[in-house]
């Protein structure tokens, strides 16, 4: 005879939901901090966010993945120009705007990574 088992809900700590929902956990409301976070609320989540978790993908502050990606380099680049901390979209825009030296190093090793890249795909 066989025993049905029930489906167990599959859940994630809201360290782990932030960084899927590539935000800043330090960022988000008390609630989420504190709670587990089912994978059907992280769909619901990505489907239909919030307005905080839309506000916080529009201004931050970003997790430094996010910052890298907005700037066009690798987070490893980003430690290298001394970019640490959490940036807001404000930030990050006037960052691009200033476009210092060694954001522009940077982009370049990021470029030649990409190229690199592309044609050990192309074999």
């Not at 691009?96 to 190093?105: D, G, M, Q, V």
């Amino acid at each position: 005879m066989t025993s049905l088992k029930s489906k167990t809900t599959q859940t994630m700590k809201p360290a782990t939901a932030a960084k899927k929902l590539g935000i800043l956990l330090s960022a988000t409301p008390a609630e989420f901090q504190e709670g587990v976070v089912s994978r059907s609320e992280l769909n619901a989540l990505q489907a239909t966010p919030p307005a905080w978790l839309a506000d916080l993908r529009r201004n931050g502050p970003h997790p430094k993945q996010v910052v890298a990606a907005k700037l066009g380099v690798s987070v490893s680049g980003l430690i290298r120009g001394g970019i640490t901390n959490p940036l807001t979209t404000a930030e990050i825009d006037a960052l691009k705007a200033e476009n210092p030296a060694w954001l522009e190093h940077e982009r370049s090793i990021q470029a030649e990574v990409r190229k690199e890249a592309q044609r050990l795909n192309q074999r």
